[in-house]
């Protein structure tokens, strides 16, 4: 049992990490069951010590996916309040109904699109989490315009504008492949 204690990680087991060879799937779910562990997601449990880190558990359920929309915003700072619900975008094709089930909002997109913008960020809790870069996140908020409310399309175009890391280059070159270049340069245009 004492050998299922070295696949915890941050208050997190990962079942699919442990080597069958190692350790036998029942004494992990035993060793689960005796230390009265929270199912957290299909095969990811947390100790009764830790936080529940949301971000890094939907990454953990969908590798592939990348953390994106408003908690990208909010993690940039371009909105103040934290999102209701996780949001994560994965190639056209995954099937995200268990993750919906689960209350995440997830966003599909071309393959070939999915790595654009893409970086790697710690988040609060310390964990390193795939999530889209500052410009990426502003053409996904332009992109889906429609599904966000007009305060905080504002707020964060006027943000981005103001922050001295910002990289209008790349925007553009983003929003070039994504066919919202016009409107962005709509939104520049006034608030530069």
Known sequence: MELVKEYINDGVLVVKNIPKEKISRQSVYDFIKENEME??????????????DETYTMYLRCPNGVIS?????????????????HCLTIY???????LKKSGYKVYT??????????????????????M?????????????????????LNTAMK?????????????????????VDRVIQKYLGVLL
């Open 39 to 52: 199912r957290i997601g299909p095969g990811i449990y947390l100790t009764a010590e830790a936080l529940e």
């Open 69 to 85: 929309h408003e908690d990208a915003l909010y993690y940039y700072g371009l909105i103040d309040r934290e999102p209701m619900e």
């Open 92 to 98: 056209t094709g995954y099937n995200p109904t268990s």
């Open 109 to 130: 997109i071309k393959k070939e699109f999915l790595d654009l913008g893409k970086t790697r960020v710690v988040n609060q809790f310390g964990h390193e989490i795939p």
């Open 132 to 152: 889209y870069d500052l410009e990426r996140t502003i053409c996904d908020l332009i992109r889906n315009r429609n599904n966000f409310e007009i305060q905080d």
């Open 159 to 179: 943000t981005y504008v103001k922050k001295k890391n910002k990289n209008l280059n790349r925007l553009m070159e983003y929003a070039k492949k994504f066919r």
